[in-house]
């Protein structure tokens, strides 16, 4: 079974700190992804890798960054912790492009993070 | 970028009773993925259609990639109370630059009440 687990369930952070959320997969999956989650908006794409050193913007990439410095660990980081990166943090992981079985994300358990 | 429209937003249904959720799109895409997030976890894949008017049965859930391309449905039969959580739908197109990733976009999410 995939295993995709994220280093911590709950953070709680002051606003303008440096945070970091790790993740790691056990399958030697391409593909790292990361979200946010707020109510009623779904699931947002923050970043994406498809290879270690490799990353896109998503479609909300702003006030974050992210570091692919091995296959299995994708870590997102907030510069600059704000209010209104109070959310859940979803990271999952896919097979490489090669059929429709890329598109299967596997997520972790989610990090609910509140920054005050 | 594109779109899902993913509906109802929320169902509070009786024990027993079949539930039908759906997502359309005003893109056409090459997959169809339906998720399931139970309460303070991250989304499970249940589901994945790969080919227009596939119709695939995971237990007491159906589902259905449209005709059109465009849109797909899920219904749950003779729903349980373990069915509570959130369903995403999720589609993905050949042909778009950054799908080398295997990116997915996703619907906002139907939750999913059940009384027992």
């Known amino acids: 079974d995939v295993k995709v687990t994220q280093s911590s369930r709950y953070l709680v952070k002051r606003t303008g700190e440096k945070v970091f959320l790790e993740c790691v997969q056990d399958m030697d999956h391409e593909n790292m992804f990361w979200y946010r989650q707020d109510p009623g908006l779904g699931l947002r794409l923050i970043y994406f890798s498809y290879d270690v050193k490799m990353k896109e913007k998503g479609d909300i990439p702003e006030g974050y960054s992210v570091s692919r410095e091995k296959k299995e660990r994708f870590s997102l980081i907030l510069e600059s912790a704000s209010t209104n990166q109070t959310s859940m943090y979803l990271c999952a992981s896919s097979l490489p492009l090669g059929g429709g079985a890329s598109y299967e994300q596997y997520f972790g358990p989610g990090t609910r993070l509140t920054v005050t | 970028g594109q779109q899902l429209n993913q509906s109802p937003q929320s169902m509070f249904i009786q024990e027993g009773e079949d539930v039908s959720m759906n997502c359309t799109s005003s893109s056409i895409f090459n997959t169809w993925l339906w998720y399931k997030q139970d309460p303070g976890e991250g989304p499970v894949l249940l589901i994945a259609?790969?080919?227009?008017?596939e119709l695939t049965s995971n237990g007491r859930l159906t589902a259905q990639f449209g005709i059109t391309r465009k849109d797909s449905f899920l219904n749950i039969s003779a729903s349980i109370p373990s069915d509570v959580g959130i369903y995403f739908c999720a589609g993905a197109s050949v042909g778009v630059v950054d799908t080398n990733a295997g990116k997915s976009t996703f619907g906002d999410g139907t939750t999913l009440t059940v009384k027992p």
């Open positions: 259609l790969y080919k227009a008017g």
